[in-house]
């Protein structure tokens, strides 16, 4: 994959500091993503993953702080580029259920597509592509309102896949799939993240399908990073008892050489 950007990074943010109503969600954060990297962020309910992503993404207006993605300063009237080069998956994806499949994957193209030629070859075989990855090849004329919540989720990353991103910010793509299409989100994020070199940041709840995939977790706790690093070093038991309240058994000899997380009931 090529960096026209040079040496920076994915994602580089500073000091972000954000939230809602004038109350701070974000303290202060600090997060470089390298190329290439395949990151998960894990954290409670509320403890600031989508607000996060939506600082990143430019969605929130930062109160102090900067970032940049690809070396582009989301500030600063990089929308279109960003656009073009940037996939986000947000969490509760409300489709306009008046949609084909089809035509929600090929809106991951809008960016893209020329207003004087239309779609274009190379633009169907993305969608095309998109779909055929995602499992959802069969789904094309079906309206989105007729589709389950799981089909649904995965024609979401179709969209997003559809638009050839370098770097992919995912809101919780597994929320509402089974655990067979759980498996297959991750799998597929891995094969684009290891074979396309695309860059992967997934919000997920998930402890142990995030330690299995994901190279580097970010645990986030009431908007700070409380570790960031391999699963091995973040997902410990007495931390996921600091930060969850939950009494836990981590297992770190497993097949996958990936902490797992077994719950043994009983909050502190
Ligand atoms: P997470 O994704 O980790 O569950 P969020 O980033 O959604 O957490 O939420 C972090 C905090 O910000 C929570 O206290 C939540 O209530 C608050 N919050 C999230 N979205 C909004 C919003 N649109 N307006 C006001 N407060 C919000
Ligand atoms: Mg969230």
């Known amino acids: 994959m090529n960096q026209p950007d040079g040496d920076a990074p994915a994602i580089e943010g500073r000091s972000i500091t954000c939230g809602y109503d004038g109350r701070d ?8 993503v390298r190329h290439g990297a395949f ?40 929308r279109r580029e960003i656009a073009r080069r940037v996939g986000v998956v947000p969490q509760t994806s409300a489709a306009p259920f008046e949609f084909t499949a089809r035509e929600i994957v090929a809106m991951g193209r809008t960016p893209h597509i020329s207003r004087l030629h239309g779609e ?51 809101d919780e793509p597994t929320a509402f ?48 990073i409380a570790a960031d690093g391999p699963p091995s070093e973040v997902v410990t038991a007495q931390r996921i008892r600091e930060v969850y309240g939950a009494e836990v ?7 996958s050489g990936r902490p797992r997380v077994t719950l043994l009931g009983g909050r502190n």
């Open 120 to 170: 274009s070859d190379h633009d169907r075989l993305a969608i095309e592509s998109a779909m055929a990855r995602t499992d959802t090849g069969d789904l094309g004329d079906r309206l989105i309102s007729e589709l389950s919540g799981g089909e649904a989720q995965r024609l979401i990353i179709a969209r997003a896949l559809a638009q050839e991103p370098e770097l992919l910010l995912l």
């Open 177 to 224: 799939l089974d655990l067979n299409h759980q498996i297959d989100v991750f799998e597929l994020l891995r094969r684009l993240n290891r074979d396309e070199g695309l860059t992967v940041v997934c919000v997920s709840h998930d402890l142990n399908l995030a330690s299995v995939y994901c190279d580097r977790l970010l645990l986030l706790d009431e908007g700070r």
């Open 39 to 78: 990151v998960g962020v894990l954290g409670p309910n509320g403890s600031g993953k989508s607000t996060l992503l939506r600082a990143l993404t430019g969605v929130l207006p930062l109160k102090t702080g900067h970032v940049a993605l690809l070396g582009l300063s989301v500030r600063r009237g990089h």
């Open 25 to 32: 969600v974000l303290h202060a954060l600090d997060l470089t």
């Open 249 to 255: 058994l981590v297992d770190q000899e497993t097949p």
